[in-house]
């Protein structure tokens, strides 16, 4: 059965723009085009699609309204915003109703990735031993309380740097760990930072974001309690592959929008660990007697004995939230680059290859040591992988310089 998609847009051309450019993907895509957020309510009435592509500026209506319904009433559609509409301000509005958000002029391939992304990881979170490990866990964790209250704060006329670091610095834990990043080698600053408000100054908005979102999270698994199970190296790990994948996508000529996505994904791609140690601890208990046993890597240990991943958790968190899409695909396939629906250098492959770095960081510098973990095959496939030395050289020459 085709996948059903609804493009809402009022600019004809552009709806022929799209046409053609999707068309390879017809056999499998049933594509609808209407003009209006109206005409959108009315076509999703008559048929929810899976995916919603739509324009945010319309004239005469309201697309925020729009969008606003479309979350209430059809909950499991994918909403990707694709606008040519760039006022910041008005773009933090609709922030959590979109789980993709593409600029105008797009890029046919960009496009037809976003798109397979979102059927890819619909599939993802449909799956039945997904759902059955989920049911198991009797309280997922909500979204960081000091998080939502940035959103609102940013989400108002008024939000400034200055305003966001005195929100920070109300919290001394979450201000030690921006300091700490912002001092770090990995930003090469040439003399220390003691201000939080400085330091949202440097890192910008959506990094401190990203960093209040995943310590926030990370903080609500300060009970666990297993032997072997660090907190305080989960956290070091996540910031180091954070860090890389921010470095990596710099490197590779990303926009700033892209290196900070790279960044948060990296912060949150291994968050299903802290699901399974502290909601199925026998479980992960086994996991690690078995990947001892096996000597198997934890993913293959997690198969066997849960039938899903840390990696399928977490993305599942990470959907419940409303984050977007190219955040739950590098959770989710960081370990499974087969998966990513383009061969491209996208944020999963970026995390993948960040988190290979971080596993290797005291012999990164080493080329003659193989890294292991590392997805030779698919990067070959996506003609990334003659650049991988340089990255390698660019990542361990900034841990080492601070370390």
Not at 56 to 64: I, K, R
Request: glycine share 6%.
């Amino acid at each position: 059965m085709p996948k059903t998609i609804l493009f809402v847009d009022e600019e004809p051309l552009i709806q022929k723009a799209l046409q053609r450019a999707l068309h390879n993907g017809q056999q499998e895509w049933h594509m609808r085009f209407v003009s209006s957020p109206q005409e959108g309510l009315a076509a999703m009435a008559e048929q929810a699609a899976e995916v919603l592509v739509t324009e945010v500026a319309f004239t005469g209506q309201n697309g925020l309204e729009f969008l606003i319904a479309v979350r209430k009433r059809y909950p499991q559609t994918a909403r990707i915003i694709l606008s040519g509409y760039v006022d910041r301000d008005i773009l933090l509005k609709f922030s959590d109703l979109a789980h993709q958000f593409i600029s105008k002029p797009a890029e046919a391939e960009e496009l037809k990735a976003a798109i397979g992304r979102a059927f890819m990881i619909k599939e993802l979170l449909a799956q039945d031993a997904l759902k059955q490990v989920a049911a198991r866990i009797k309280a997922l964790p909500s979204l960081p309380s000091l998080y939502q209250e940035l959103v609102r704060l940013l989400r108002s006329e008024e939000a400034s740097v200055q305003q966001v670091g005195e929100l920070i610095a109300k919290d001394m834990g979450m201000s030690a760990k921006l300091l700490k990043l912002v001092n770090s080698s990995y930003f090469g600053l040439p003399q220390q930072v003691t201000s939080p408000a400085k330091a949202v100054a440097l890192l910008g908005l959506d990094l401190t974001g990203a960093m209040v979102l995943a310590s926030g999270a990370f903080e609500q698994f300060n009970a666990i309690r297993i032997k072997g199970f660090s907190l305080a190296q989960m956290w070091d790990h996540a910031m180091a592959v954070a860090a890389l994948s921010k470095i990596i996508a710099a490197e590779a000529g990303f926009g700033r929008g892209k290196v900070d996505a790279a960044f948060m994904a990296g912060l949150l791609h291994d968050i299903g660990k802290l699901l399974i140690a502290a909601h199925l601890t026998d479980s992960f208990v086994s996991i690690i007697q078995h990947m001892q046993a096996k000597a198997c890597a934890m993913v293959a240990a997690e198969r066997e004995i849960l039938g899903t991943t840390h990696a399928a958790l977490g993305a599942y968190l990470l959907g419940l939230w409303g984050l977007p899409d190219r955040i739950i695909a590098a959770a989710a396939f960081h370990h499974d680059l087969s998966s990513e629906p383009v061969p491209e250098l996208s944020s999963t492959a970026i995390v993948h290859l960040a988190d290979v770095f971080a596993n290797a960081l005291f012999y990164l510098s080493d080329s003659r040591q193989p890294l292991e973990g590392l997805d030779t095959a698919w990067l070959e496939r996506s003609g990334i992988v003659d650049k991988i030395p340089a990255w390698r050289v660019l990542c361990a020459d900034r841990f080492q310089n601070g370390h």
